[in-house]
């Protein structure tokens, strides 16, 4: 029996990466105009499209992966003979998860010998990814699916987030602040940054005068949260900012000795929360708090 690793697109991984290893994937929509999108790594929706509708101020909106999508993608696999190991989009902040979850009890009764393992990543984005990626590459290494498991549920409390955004006008309208505090940030060129708890909420961070200083946060994010920095790999996560994630990885480089830095846009799903120029950058450290 094969292990198949499985994720949605809110993992944010980049595409080819998804393909060349064989990566099960379910995508998340996203409402724009009216009309449904599969948000799938940039392929039905590319990533500059996407950020034009954004930054001409439409507002766009998201849906969960259903159960049904989901049955159909784990039959698949158990049709074929393989185990399946799926992480999803943090429980907290989408029902995608729960849907896997039915899902699973319902194949279940269909295959009760299969294998299926749901995963909350408690992660968004590239943080998910992480957790993915790692999977893959464990897979490669020869470890057995009860290791795998084992490694993500440990680990996932010690992914790191740390994230800035352009402005507050998407945390305004996801409700998180009020209009004034948006419109005053605006004024002042306040630039916000969030956090994951250890459930995956996202709580607000600091807040930064000038894009500058909070780039800087990310760095001194990575400086004083991660740990054995010489055998990880480091995730940039970007919405729309390609030059400045490829700076922050040249700082990274120059400061910091890693194993690895993988950097991919931010997708559609994430983006509609998050916005235009957001950035994160993911990795192994402390616990969450």
């Known amino acids: 029996m094969s292990i198949k690793i499985m994720t949605d697109s809110a993992c944010d991984l980049p595409y080819n990466y998804v393909k060349e290893n064989g990566i099960g994937l379910v995508s998340l929509t996203v409402n724009i105009k009216g009309e449904f999108y599969k948000d799938d790594l940039g392929q039905t929706i590319s990533y500059d499209e996407f950020y034009k509708i954004i930054r001409s101020g439409e507002i766009t909106s998201t849906a969960q992966v259903n159960v049904y999508t989901f049955e159909e993608a784990f039959r698949k696999e158990i049709r074929e003979g393989n185990s399946v190991i799926y992480i999803g989009l943090a429980s907290v902040l989408s029902g995608t998860v729960n849907s896997a979850r039915i899902a699973r009890d319902n194949i279940l009764e269909e295959y009760p010998d299969a294998k299926i393992q749901v995963i909350d990543s408690k992660s968004v984005t590239l943080g998910e ?106 995730f940039i996560a970007h919405a729309d900012c390609i030059k400045e994630a490829e700076s922050l990885k040249n700082k990274i480089i120059e400061n910091f000795k890693v194993k690895d830095i993988i950097i991919n846009n931010i997708g559609a799903v994430i983006g509609t929360h998050g916005g235009a120029d957001a950035m994160a950058i993911l990795f192994l450290g402390l616990d969450r708090e």
Not at 141 to 160: S, T
Not at 177 to 202: F, W, Y
């Open 129 to 234: 990814g992480l957790l993915v990626y790692y999977a893959q590459e464990m897979l490669k290494e020869g470890k057995d699916y009860d290791e795998i498991v084992r490694w993500i549920e440990i680990n996932r409390a010690k992914l790191q987030h740390a994230i800035i955004l352009e402005d507050l006008e998407h945390l305004k309208r996801g409700g998180r602040i009020s209009s004034t505090t948006a419109v005053v940030g605006g004024i002042l060129g306040v630039k916000p940054s969030l956090k994951l708890d250890p459930e995956g909420n996202v709580n607000s961070g600091p807040k930064f005068k000038g894009r500058k200083r909070a780039v800087g946060y990310l760095l001194k994010e990575l400086e004083e949260k991660s740990v054995d920095l010489e055998n990880q790999v480091i």
